[in-house]
């Protein structure tokens, strides 16, 4: 089945500790996406990439950082300088034929203990 | 203004009425617009898309466009508990990134 991959579901972080998000897709887009998403925020975009070895930041990448070494992967990393992390994180692909529609992973929930 | 901007709900509605879901936009060069449907702890899934004025309907969902009043709106028939999640809109703006509107949260009462 085409989709994409998001893991883990459910992420805690330490003060002070850097956490990687993965997102894996194999519906072969070129286009990858990594959104914030708060409680009456909506989504926000925090880096997206549209080609393998180079992306570029959303409205909110301060205190994150990302990858893009291969075309089906693109992990997020939330750095200890992001001092509110705790929302759910989704990535989303589009490709060329359709770029207008981003398809979505099921998210990732981090927490800080 | 906000360049898409939609009531964040929640909406109570009875099984089997039918719901009408909006949204609003800010730029009249938008062409292009998506409803997404969002369940509890789950990622965002496309359930409509549509392109200028008019309507599309698929089953139960009529989505519909008003550019003369820069509206869009989601139609549900014969709604279910089923369908009771989170709504978003969602356009591409002249940068090709897609703007989403904060969500509408409804809720079908068996």
């Known amino acids: 089945d085409g989709g994409i991959t998001q893991s883990p579901k459910y992420l805690f972080r330490k003060e002070g500790q850097n956490v990687t998000l993965s997102c894996e897709q194999n519906l072969n887009h070129d286009a990858m996406y990594w959104y914030r998403q708060d409680p009456g925020q909506g989504l926000r975009l925090i880096y997206y990439?549209?080609?393998?070895?180079?992306?570029q930041k959303g409205d909110i990448a301060e205190g994150y950082s990302v990858s893009r070494e291969k075309k089906e992967s693109f992990p997020l990393t939330v750095t200890s300088a992001q001092k509110n992390p705790t929302a759910f994180y989704l990535c989303?692909?589009?490709?060329?034929?359709?770029?207008?529609?981003?398809?979505f992973g099921a998210g990732t929930r981090l927490s800080v203990l | 203004q906000k360049e898409v901007e939609q009531d964040p709900g929640p909406l109570s509605v009875p099984e089997g009425a039918i719901v009408s879901l909006n949204c609003t936009y800010s730029?009249?060069?938008?062409?292009?617009f998506m409803w997404y449907r969002q369940y509890s702890r789950k990622g965002p899934e496309l359930l409509m898309y549509t392109y200028s004025s008019g309507n599309k309907e698929d089953g139960r969902f009529t989505a519909q466009v008003d550019k003369s009043s820069k509206y869009i709106s989601l139609f549900i028939r014969d709604s279910q508990p089923s369908d009771s999640a989170t709504y978003l809109c969602a356009t591409p703006n002249r940068d090709d990134k897609i703007i989403f509107g904060k969500g509408t949260r409804l809720h079908i009462l068996p």
């Open positions: 990439s549209q080609i393998v070895n180079d992306f």
């Open positions: 989303a692909s589009n490709g060329q034929a359709t770029k207008n529609i981003q398809y």
């Open positions: 730029n009249s060069a938008f062409q292009y």
